[in-house]
């Protein structure tokens, strides 16, 4: 997490409530962790081991915990295997009594999933890490987010769909007020806005929404405004051949592939790239011309003397000026 992350997050936790007591059985005791305040003493954190089904996802996590994987949570299994316990604790909410379930995740799904596989895999000693906190809706969803800002491992899209939710549910719709909260510009914000945005068509048209990024909803912007019903229809074709993919029935259509048959759809085909190479005499007076289409693209090295460029140019529009 960045420096400027971390000042975010501190501001989140400064002004909340103590951690809530501990039973009074105690089984789940495990540490307190002593921090400086500002005015110098030292404030107290309880951390527990917890059997991690005692835990639930909070219903507004920002990750989508039926999208992990042994194989994109690996890398964790394997470091707390090696570790042999959890070092970094998750951020939880107690339930109230009669919940079924004892905390809410707000911050830790990966290391809720990677315990949990390691319990039903062979290493039944492995518990879940825990702090508990008391944090309104508005102060778990940005503690979540500045947790997850820098973590490549959480797409875009699921960054984008909380935000949307996050808008109305807490800043009243006004975006302006939201990117004061996170500390991000409201331009940057409304990028990632448009992105939840994308008709369903679009989404659907992608291999999976982790691949989903807000660099692809830039890309498709403008051919939205342009072509809009056909190119929701491309992509209503393109979801159905993803759908029977997942059923395992076909080959998944790669990123690449969605985009290029996209703006075809948008612009037409790519017009064939024609190379000209016109030489004047020795490697550095060489002179390469591309032509696609109505347009012409001409290379030459920054040293090539003028003379020779000249005489390059010149031939060139002979031929087909």
């Not at 949570?73 to 970094?88: K, M, N, P, T, Y």
């Not at 778990?140 to 109305?168: C, K, T, V």
Request: proline share 4%.
């Amino acid at each position: 997490m960045s420096k400027r992350h971390d000042a975010i997050f501190d501001d989140v936790l400064k002004d909340l409530s103590e951690p809530a007591a501990l039973d009074k059985g105690g089984a789940r005791f495990l540490k307190r962790q002593n921090a400086l305040t500002d005015s110098g003493e030292r404030e107290e954190k309880v951390l527990r081991w917890v059997d991690p089904a005692s835990c639930v996802m909070w219903q507004r996590h920002n990750r989508a915990y039926d999208l992990l994987s042994e194989e994109n949570c690996r890398d964790l299994i394997d470091s707390l295997r090696a570790q042999g316990q959890q070092e970094f604790p998750a951020i939880v909410r107690r339930l109230p009594a009669g919940q079924g379930s004892e905390y809410e995740v707000i911050c830790g799904a990966r290391r809720h999933f990677a315990v949990s596989w390691l319990r039903a895999n062979n290493y039944p000693q492995f518990r879940y890490l825990i702090e508990v906190r008391d944090l309104t809706d508005e102060e778990a969803f940005r503690l979540a987010d500045i947790e997850n800002r820098d973590r490549a491992d959480l797409s875009d899209y699921e960054r984008a769909r909380d935000y949307l939710q996050a808008l109305e549910l807490y800043y009243g719709g006004k975006q302006k007020a939201m990117a004061t909260r996170l500390e991000v510009s409201e331009a940057w914000l409304s990028r990632y806005l448009y992105l939840a945005r994308l008709p369903r068509q679009i989404v659907d048209a992608w291999p999976q929404i982790t691949e989903l990024k807000e660099l692809h909803a830039r890309s498709l912007r403008p051919m939205l405004q342009d072509a809009g019903d056909k190119l929701l229809a491309e992509a209503a074709a393109i979801a159905d051949q993803q759908a029977a993919a997942r059923a395992g029935q076909a080959a998944f259509i790669a990123v690449p592939a969605v985009l290029a048959r996209l703006k075809a759809v948008a612009y037409g085909p790519k017009p064939a790239r024609e190379d000209e190479v016109i030489e004047t005499g020795g490697r550095q007076g060489r002179v390469t011309v591309a032509r696609r289409g109505s347009k012409v693209r001409i290379e030459f090295r920054q040293d090539i003397p003028q003379d020779q460029l000249r005489t390059a140019l010149e031939d060139y529009l002979r031929r087909h000026g």
